[in-house]
């Protein structure tokens, strides 16, 4: 739905601006006069739930009766209608004036979300919300725009917030829809932003330039992926934050977007918390750049808390004998590792792993472990098992991890399709698998039926899985047209023979 463009705000609900109190006035004595305005305490409700009066005239009783009725729907009683009218006044003169005008205004209350009570409850401690032109005008947009808002928060925002920045509200929201902000998204982050500081605290300048500022960083993705960061002052949060990363970066501004595309949530951080992270990997070994270069494969590195977690992970990596160069090297494969919860998952892994024959707080421990994190403890343990169901061993499986650390973190299915294949279609030994572990790595459909069958099309027999695979395309191309370029002179040497 394209946005509506932007006029002025007080031109759409002048029907709803209740008449000054000279002309209720007037217009009461036009058309009731001599009579004067009857209170609502004059009416009652009989056993029946109709009004009654007492005695009184019926014009008179018709205004009192209607004014009562104008409320009878949110199913208040007498006194609690009257109590309001006594205290506002001005409410039962809108009544009386434009009866339309409020009717429609609780209607329209009702419809956008707030129930009975809470529409009480917001009169009562906003009486105004009925009465102000402003509000209604905040309350058409909501209701003609399809502005899904949650209750609690619709509302919170009618109570606390003065009718007089609703205009203003209005008009800042519709120049996020004028700059590509999706419309469908609106009502999520109305509800999860704090309006006040977001919107009503700040110009239509203010607004255009976080705007621009966060074009470079992908918007309006980033909004509609992390709307809080409208929260953020642009001057004392955002730029220093994002100005972090850039510095983080070596000055390389277009990576350090990369980053923040990838989590926005990283520019929630304050500056102290981000350099605090970055002191401690400095302490560990790592310079700035290499602690980047994880950021940019694992941005929720700055989330991990360095008592519960990094502490502990790293003096684990560090006894079983890596060094900051490996570390780095490490978490840039498995950065996994630092964040995953230690009872768990990686308890659970650990144990597979000594089961199968690994020593505790060794390198090879290390390794293993991090080709672990990228698969879950249920999968593991089915990996493991399907080896054993092919007669492999402890040992067996000790070994292909150490040569391929990655053979435990495949998807089980898909390794038995490709152990099915190697056993029924290539007619191979499933023991090959100890000295090439790294083919059930390979795309089953793309590389390895792919190549086997333009083998077998061409020279008539199965080499080896490793020179089958192993081999660049490139390479293997060329093998292939050297197989057609002696398949086709031995068929020519035949036919020269034949003749």
Not at 64 to 85: P, R
Not at 194 to 221: H, M, N, S
Not at 251 to 264: F, N, T, V
């Given at each position: 739905?394209?946005?509506?463009?932007?006029?002025?705000?007080?031109?759409?609900?002048?029907n709803l601006?209740?008449?000054?109190?000279?002309?209720?006035?007037?217009?009461?004595?036009?058309?009731?006069?001599p009579?004067?305005?009857?209170p609502?305490?004059?009416?009652?409700?009989?056993?029946?739930?109709?009004?009654?009066?007492r005695?009184?005239?019926?014009?008179?009783?018709?205004?009192?009766?209607?004014?009562?009725?104008?409320?009878?729907?949110?199913s208040?009683?007498?006194n609690?209608v009257?109590?309001?009218?006594?205290?506002?006044?001005e409410?039962?003169?809108?009544?009386?004036?434009?009866?339309?005008?409020?009717?429609?205004?609780?209607?329209?209350?009702?419809?956008?979300?707030?129930?009975?009570?809470?529409?009480?409850?917001?009169i009562?401690k906003?009486?105004?919300?009925?009465?102000?032109?402003?509000?209604?005008?905040?309350?058409?947009?909501?209701?003609e725009d399809?502005?899904?808002?949650?209750?609690?928060k619709?509302?919170?925002l009618?109570?606390?917030?003065?009718?007089?920045l609703?205009?203003?509200?209005?008009?800042?929201t519709?120049?996020?829809?004028?700059?590509?902000?999706?419309?469908?998204?609106?009502?999520?982050?109305?509800?999860?932003?704090?309006?006040?500081?977001?919107?009503?605290?700040?110009?239509?300048?203010?607004?255009?330039?976080?705007?621009?500022?966060?074009?470079?960083?992908?918007?309006?993705d980033?909004?509609?992926?992390r709307?809080?960061?409208?929260?953020?002052?642009?001057?004392?949060?955002?730029?220093?934050?994002?100005?972090?990363?850039?510095?983080?970066?070596?000055?390389?501004?277009?990576?350090?977007?990369?980053?923040?595309?990838?989590?926005?949530?990283v520019l929630?951080?304050?500056?102290?918390?981000?350099?605090?992270?970055?002191?401690?990997?400095?302490?560990?070994?790592?310079?700035?750049?290499q602690?980047?270069?994880?950021?940019?494969?694992?941005?929720?590195?700055?989330?991990v808390?360095?008592?519960?977690?990094?502490?502990?992970?790293?003096?684990?990596?560090?006894?079983?004998?890596l060094?900051?160069?490996?570390?780095?090297?490490?978490?840039?494969?498995?950065?996994?590792?630092?964040?995953?919860?230690?009872?768990?998952?990686?308890?659970?892994?650990?144990?597979?792993?000594?089961?199968?024959?690994y020593?505790?707080?060794?390198?090879?421990?290390?390794?293993?472990?991090?080709?672990?994190?990228?698969?879950?403890?249920?999968?593991?343990?089915?990996?493991?098992?399907?080896?054993?169901?092919?007669?492999?061993s402890?040992?067996?499986?000790l070994?292909?991890?150490?040569?391929?650390?990655?053979?435990?973190?495949?998807?089980?299915?898909?390794?038995?399709?490709?152990?099915?294949?190697?056993?029924n279609?290539?007619?191979?030994?499933?023991?090959?698998?100890?000295?090439?572990?790294?083919?059930?790595?390979?795309?089953?459909?793309?590389?390895?039926?792919?190549?086997?069958?333009?083998?077998?099309?061409?020279?008539?027999k199965?080499?080896?899985?490793?020179?089958?695979?192993?081999?660049?395309?490139?390479?293997?191309y060329?093998?292939?047209?050297?197989?057609?370029?002696?398949?086709?002179?031995?068929?020519?040497?035949?036919?020269?023979?034949?003749?």
């Amino acid at each position: 739905m394209a946005p509506s463009p932007l006029r002025s705000p007080l031109s759409i609900f002048t029907n709803l601006i209740p008449p000054s109190p000279s002309f209720c006035h007037s217009y009461y004595l036009s058309v009731h006069s001599p009579i004067p305005r009857l209170p609502s305490s004059a009416l009652s409700l009989n056993s029946h739930g109709h009004l009654t009066a007492r005695c009184l005239p019926r014009t008179a009783l018709t205004d009192a009766a209607f004014t009562l009725s104008i409320f009878k729907k949110l199913s208040l009683d007498q006194n609690e209608v009257d109590a309001l009218l006594q205290r506002h006044p001005e409410i039962e003169s809108a009544a009386i004036a434009s009866p339309d005008s409020l009717r429609l205004r609780i209607d329209i209350l009702l419809s956008i979300g707030l129930s009975n009570s809470a529409l009480w409850r917001t009169i009562i401690k906003r009486p105004d919300i009925l009465t102000s032109p402003e509000a209604g005008l905040f309350l058409n947009f909501v209701h003609e725009d399809s502005v899904e808002l949650l209750p609690t928060k619709l509302e919170r925002l009618l109570i606390r917030t003065d009718p007089a920045l609703f205009p203003g509200l209005v008009m800042r929201t519709k120049l996020l829809l004028n700059h590509g902000f999706p419309h469908e998204k609106l009502g999520h982050l109305l509800n999860v932003v704090d309006i006040k500081r977001a919107f009503c605290e700040r110009t239509i300048e203010d607004i255009e330039e976080v705007i621009l500022f966060l074009q470079r960083y992908g918007w309006p993705d980033i909004i509609v992926r992390r709307p809080k960061l409208l929260n953020l002052d642009l001057h004392n949060q955002l730029i220093p934050r994002a100005q972090f990363f850039a510095d983080l970066a070596g000055g390389d501004e277009e990576s350090s977007a990369i980053l923040i595309r990838k989590l926005p949530a990283v520019l929630a951080y304050t500056v102290e918390h981000l350099q605090s992270h970055l002191e401690f990997w400095r302490s560990v070994g790592l310079s700035g750049e290499q602690v980047f270069k994880i950021a940019l494969v694992y941005p929720n590195i700055f989330s991990v808390s360095r008592e519960r977690k990094l502490t502990s992970r790293i003096e684990f990596l560090e006894q079983c004998g890596l060094n900051a160069e490996d570390i780095f090297k490490f978490l840039v494969k498995a950065p996994l590792f630092v964040s995953l919860s230690f009872e768990d998952n990686l308890a659970k892994k650990l144990v597979f792993l000594v089961k199968l024959g690994y020593v505790y707080r060794t390198r090879e421990m290390a390794l293993a472990v991090g080709a672990a994190t990228r698969t879950s403890s249920e999968n593991m343990q089915k990996v493991i098992g399907l080896f054993f169901s092919h007669g492999f061993s402890c040992e067996d499986v000790l070994a292909m991890s150490r040569k391929h650390p990655q053979v435990l973190q495949y998807n089980c299915e898909s390794l038995e399709k490709k152990m099915e294949f190697l056993i029924n279609d290539m007619q191979r030994d499933v023991g090959e698998l100890l000295n090439f572990p790294a083919f059930l790595g390979y795309k089953l459909d793309d590389r390895i039926k792919y190549r086997y069958e333009i083998q077998m099309a061409n020279k008539g027999k199965g080499s080896s899985i490793i020179h089958l695979l192993s081999v660049s395309d490139e390479s293997f191309y060329v093998k292939t047209n050297k197989w057609i370029e002696a398949v086709t002179d031995c068929n020519s040497d035949r036919a020269n023979l034949d003749n």
